[in-house]
C-alpha cells in the first residue's frame, strides 16, 4: 500500500518526525478509512499482469530488474551465468592493469564451453559490455570441422586445460573432509568447528571459503596451470589432434613407470604406477607442515594428544593378552568349564 498511498500531513505518524510518540488508534482508523477510499475510486492504481510479459522481472522493474531477481528467497543459491562470466574478466582486468602485456600485445582469457554462455543472449550481453574481446575463441576457421562449431564461439571443455576441473577442485574438496576430521571434537555451537553434517551447517560455518585460504597453495595452482601450457605446445605439435596422457593427473610413480616402459620400448601392461614406499612418519610430518586455517590449527595438537592416548590404550589391551600356546590352552579350557557350568 506504500506503493500508491500518500497520506496528508495531519496523519503521519509523529515517529517519522522524530517525537518519542506512539499514533493513536484514532490515527490508526482514519489511516484504514482512507485507505478504503482510495481503493473504492480511481486514485488506486491500475494491477498489472507482469506475469504476461515477456520479461516479469525487467517489466516491473526496470534496470535493476538483476537486483530484485537476485534477492528473490529461491534465487539466493544461484548465480547468474552473466555474473559468472563478468567475475573472471573483471579479474584478468585488474590483473593486467598491475601487470601490463608488453607493448602492442592484447591480454585474454578463456573458459569452457558452458551451455549458457553460449546462448545467443548471453553472448549478446557479453558483447555489450566490452567481454567477448577480451575472451580467447578460434579465430581462422580452425574450429570449422568440429561438432559443435560456430563462429566466434568458445572451444569445448577439455581436461589437459581446465586445472581447476581436473585436478585443483579435487584437492579443495579433500582438504575440507581433513578439516572437517580435524575439528569433530570440538563443541557443536563452536563457531570455529568445520562441518558438512548438512549444507546449512556447511554453508553457516564458510568452510569452503576458510580452506581456499590456503587449499590449493599457490605453488600447486601455479604447477597445474603451467601444464596447460605444455598441453597447448602437444597439441599444436601434433596439428591439433588429441594427445594421450594429457588430461591425466597420475602420481609421480606412474609417470616414472610409463617413461620406463616408454624408453625400453615395452607396452604398457596397465594403468598402475610403481611400487610405493610407505614412509608414516614422513607422510605426518608433510600433513602438520601444510597451511592450515588459524581456527584449525591449534586443534592439531589436540587432535595428536588424543590419538596417542587411543594408541596406548590399545597397546595396554594387546600386551594384557596372552601370547604363549600354553596361555591360550589355558584359557580354552576356562571357557569350556564356564560352558558346562551353564
Given at each position: 500500500?506504500?506503493?500508491?498511498i500518500?497520506?496528508?500531513?495531519?496523519?503521519?505518524?509523529?515517529?517519522?518526525?522524530?517525537?518519542?510518540?506512539?499514533a493513536?488508534?484514532?490515527?490508526?482508523?482514519?489511516?484504514?478509512?482512507?485507505?478504503?477510499?482510495?481503493?473504492?475510486?480511481?486514485?488506486?492504481?491500475?494491477?498489472?499482469g507482469?506475469?504476461?510479459?515477456?520479461?516479469?522481472?525487467?517489466?516491473?522493474?526496470?534496470?535493476?530488474w538483476?537486483y530484485?531477481?537476485?534477492?528473490?528467497?529461491?534465487?539466493?543459491?544461484?548465480?547468474?551465468?552473466?555474473?559468472?562470466a563478468l567475475?573472471?574478466?573483471?579479474?584478468?582486468?585488474?590483473?593486467?592493469?598491475?601487470?601490463?602485456?608488453?607493448?602492442?600485445?592484447?591480454?585474454?582469457?578463456?573458459?569452457?564451453?558452458?551451455?549458457l554462455?553460449?546462448?545467443?543472449?548471453?553472448r549478446?550481453?557479453?558483447?555489450?559490455?566490452?567481454?567477448?574481446?577480451?575472451?580467447?575463441?578460434?579465430?581462422?576457421?580452425?574450429?570449422?570441422?568440429?561438432?559443435y562449431?560456430?563462429?566466434?564461439?568458445?572451444?569445448?571443455?577439455?581436461?589437459?586445460y581446465?586445472?581447476?576441473?581436473?585436478?585443483?577442485?579435487n584437492?579443495?574438496?579433500?582438504?575440507?573432509?581433513?578439516?572437517c576430521?580435524?575439528?569433530?571434537?570440538?563443541?557443536?555451537?563452536d563457531?570455529?568447528?568445520?562441518?558438512?553434517?548438512?549444507p546449512?551447517?556447511?554453508?553457516a560455518?564458510s568452510?569452503y571459503?576458510?580452506v581456499?585460504?590456503?587449499?590449493?597453495?599457490?605453488?600447486?595452482?601455479?604447477?597445474?596451470?603451467?601444464?596447460?601450457?605444455?598441453?597447448?605446445?602437444?597439441?599444436?605439435?601434433?596439428y591439433?589432434a588429441?594427445?594421450?596422457?594429457?588430461?591425466?593427473?597420475?602420481?609421480?610413480?606412474?609417470?616414472?613407470?610409463?617413461?620406463?616402459?616408454?624408453?625400453?620400448?615395452?607396452?604398457?601392461?596397465?594403468?598402475?604406477?610403481?611400487?610405493?614406499?610407505?614412509?608414516?612418519?614422513?607422510?605426518l610430518?608433510?600433513?602438520?607442515?601444510?597451511?592450515?586455517h588459524?581456527?584449525?590449527?591449534?586443534?592439531?595438537?589436540?587432535?595428536?594428544?588424543?590419538?596417542?592416548?587411543?594408541?596406548?590404550?590399545?597397546?595396554?589391551q594387546?600386551?594384557?593378552?596372552?601370547?604363549?600356546i600354553?596361555?591360550?590352552?589355558?584359557?580354552?579350557?576356562?571357557?569350556?568349564?564356564?560352558?558346562?557350568?551353564?
Open positions: 500500500m506504500q506503493d500508491f500518500t497520506l496528508e500531513e495531519r496523519h503521519r505518524d509523529p515517529l517519522s518526525e522524530g517525537a518519542n510518540k506512539v493513536s488508534k484514532d490515527t490508526i482508523e482514519s489511516w484504514w478509512r482512507e485507505v478504503e477510499y482510495r481503493i473504492k475510486t480511481e486514485l488506486a492504481p491500475k494491477p498489472t507482469y506475469r504476461k510479459t515477456v520479461h516479469p522481472y525487467r517489466a516491473r522493474y526496470g534496470d535493476d538483476e530484485h531477481l537476485g534477492n528473490v528467497t529461491g534465487m539466493k543459491s544461484f548465480c547468474s551465468i552473466k555474473q559468472l567475475h573472471y574478466y573483471n579479474q584478468a582486468k585488474a590483473h593486467f592493469e598491475k601487470h601490463p602485456p608488453p607493448e602492442g600485445k592484447k591480454w585474454y582469457f578463456y573458459h569452457d564451453a558452458l551451455s554462455m553460449t546462448a545467443k543472449e548471453c549478446d550481453e557479453l558483447e555489450n559490455l566490452g567481454v567477448w574481446d577480451h575472451w580467447l575463441l578460434p579465430v581462422l576457421e580452425l574450429d570449422a570441422t568440429g561438432q562449431h560456430r563462429d566466434q564461439y568458445m572451444a569445448g571443455n577439455s581436461p589437459e581446465m586445472p581447476w576441473d581436473t585436478s585443483l577442485n584437492s579443495l574438496h579433500l582438504a575440507v573432509n581433513r578439516y576430521i580435524f575439528s569433530s571434537h570440538m563443541d557443536h555451537l563457531p570455529k568447528k568445520m562441518s558438512l553434517v548438512t546449512k551447517k556447511g554453508a560455518t568452510i571459503k576458510k581456499l585460504a590456503g587449499v590449493p597453495s599457490s605453488g600447486r595452482i601455479l604447477h597445474d596451470i603451467k601444464a596447460v601450457e605444455a598441453a597447448i605446445k602437444a597439441v599444436y605439435n601434433n591439433g588429441i594427445v594421450e596422457g594429457l588430461g591425466d593427473r597420475s602420481g609421480k610413480r606412474k609417470q616414472s613407470a610409463v617413461a620406463a616402459l616408454d624408453a625400453a620400448g615395452v607396452a604398457r601392461p596397465n594403468n598402475r604406477g610403481g611400487v610405493r614406499q610407505r614412509n608414516e612418519e614422513k607422510q610430518q608433510a600433513m602438520y607442515k601444510q597451511w592450515w588459524p581456527d584449525i590449527e591449534p586443534e592439531l595438537d589436540v587432535r595428536r594428544k588424543q590419538s596417542l592416548a587411543k594408541f596406548e590404550q590399545d597397546m595396554e594387546v600386551d594384557d593378552f596372552p601370547t604363549e600354553a596361555d591360550l590352552d589355558d584359557l580354552d579350557g576356562e571357557e569350556e568349564e564356564q560352558q558346562q557350568q551353564e
